[in-house]
């Protein structure tokens, strides 16, 4: 599921609604679509910066910076307009407008160097992707994370990855992120159809579809597939390993691990195991940071299918994570494999690292049929958490009076 806070969903109409209002009073068309290009950019690629900061503080902002590099501020070019205006008509001082120029320039890489920000002088520079006169038609999209160069090639200066969007996009998405707000499957399909109408390519529109309780498990399995094709189209990419690096790190590349996400936790539920550990595990491969935590899920499935080899290359590569699911996948791993003193070993670390998890294993606890969305590592929500996705890999008499035993152990130790 790709939802959005509302917060920030909120903030971003606020400020788009005072830049157009802002523009059409003072400004003019030109200005209006540059600043609202801005926004949208900072909406879709700086989400965390994004949520700092009042609403109109943001507007002013990134007026101020579009002002700064196309002189706004002479007295002998029009539109012009005081900076001390400019920050009256958004209710903010003027370093707090200041402030937030700044910011915008450094995010947005506005200088007047940049042609993609001088009014009428983007023809050129973005002809590739659309000119600024196409600013109602499409969105910029800029990473400006900088890719870690060669060693060979250090010094070597990298152009920002680019990547642009349909504007029906971004309407599609605030259809969508009404939709999740829905309490009832109802209400949240007839706006799911209408994203769908605005924009045929909206992944998360297929996803809400998926959930009627109607459908039957082919039906639901074809529109999981369908949000995964749609997120595709949407990058432009027939398959990952086709991806660049720097889009799959874009936030827009969330639509397409999300719905991969949603189908492959339908696969497993329909007992198409093979095919979901196989879409879990093409996440997990291209999702650097694994924001949707695919290997608490994944680790679990591969014990139950018991493919030790993969399960060991995957622990492998999460050495070093603080996830309870690692940590006490690793010992039924070790246990399973009959390397019961390694297994020892881990066991204490996972103890260590959250204790809360042993009592589910041994039924002595119960999980909430409400689970937190906050999640500390450590932490009895971590606890609860695992063991919602199913302890099954402990369904094992031996191997529970094992970790039973174990556990007084530890805590005797402890306690002395």
């Known amino acids: 599921?790709?939802?959005?806070?509302?917060?920030?969903?909120?903030?971003?109409?606020?400020?788009?609604?005072?830049?157009?209002?802002?523009?059409?009073?003072?400004?003019?068309?030109?200005?209006?679509?540059?600043?609202?290009?801005?926004?949208?950019?900072?909406?879709?690629?700086?989400?965390?910066?994004f949520k700092k900061g009042k609403s109109f503080s943001w507007g002013a902002g990134i007026v101020h910076a579009i002002g700064t590099v196309n002189n706004l501020f002479d007295s002998k070019e029009k539109p012009y307009i005081k900076v001390a205006d400019l920050y009256k008509e958004f209710g903010v001082s003027s370093s707090t407008g200041s402030s937030k120029s700044k910011e915008v320039k450094s995010l947005l890489d506005i200088s007047k160097d940049n042609n993609k920000w001088i009014i009428g002088e983007n023809k050129d520079a973005e002809a590739s992707e659309g000119t600024m006169l196409k600013a109602k038609e499409e969105v910029a999209l800029t990473m400006n994370d900088k890719i870690e160069e060669d060693k060979a090639v250090k010094d070597e200066t990298k152009v920002p990855f680019k990547f642009v969007v349909h504007k029906d996009y971004i309407m599609a998405q605030r259809i969508i992120e009404y939709a999740w707000r829905q309490k009832n499957y109802k209400n949240k399909a007839k706006y799911a159809k209408e994203a769908l109408e605005v924009y045929e390519d909206c992944a998360d529109a297929y996803i809400i579809l998926s959930k009627d309780s109607s459908l039957n498990n082919n039906q639901k399995t074809e529109l999981l597939e369908k949000a995964v094709t749609a997120a595709k189209n949407l990058l432009r990419i027939d398959d990952l390993k086709n991806a660049p690096a720097e889009l799959l790190r874009l936030k827009i590349a969330r639509q397409l691990f999300g719905a991969k996400y949603s189908l492959a936790i339908h696969l497993w539920e329909i007992g198409e195991k093979e095919a979901a550990i196989d879409n879990a595990l093409e996440i997990?491969?291209?999702?650097?940071?694994?924001?949707?935590?695919?290997?608490?899920?994944?680790?679990?499935?591969?014990?139950?299918?018991?493919?030790?080899?993969?399960?060991k290359s995957l622990l492998e590569k999460y050495?070093?994570?603080?996830?309870?699911?690692?940590?006490?996948?690793?010992?039924?791993?070790?246990?399973?494999?009959?390397?019961?003193?390694?297994?020892?070993?881990?066991?204490?670390?996972?103890?260590?690292?959250?204790?809360?998890?042993?009592?589910?294993?041994?039924?002595?606890?119960?999980?909430?049929s409400t689970l937190p969305n906050l999640i500390r590592f450590g932490s009895e929500e971590e606890a609860m958490k695992y063991a919602s996705l199913g302890l099954d890999i402990w369904n094992d008499p031996k191997m529970l009076q094992w970790i039973k035993e174990k556990k007084k152990e530890f805590d005797i130790i402890n306690f002395s």
């Open 1 to 49: 599921m790709q939802e959005l806070s509302n917060g920030i969903a909120s903030k971003y109409e606020e400020i788009i609604e005072k830049i157009k209002s802002f523009s059409d009073e003072y400004l003019n068309e030109d200005y209006k679509n540059i600043c609202v290009l801005a926004t949208e950019t900072l909406f879709l690629n700086y989400e965390e910066q």
């Open 284 to 311: 997990l491969e291209y999702d650097e940071k694994d924001e949707l935590v695919v290997r608490s899920l994944v680790v679990n499935w591969l014990l139950i299918e018991k493919r030790y080899e993969q399960l």
């Open 319 to 368: 050495e070093k994570d603080n996830l309870a699911a690692i940590h006490y996948s690793r010992v039924a791993l070790l246990y399973r494999i009959n390397e019961i003193k390694a297994a020892e070993s881990a066991l204490r670390r996972a103890y260590k690292r959250n204790p809360h998890v042993i009592p589910y294993i041994l039924k002595q606890r119960r999980v909430s």
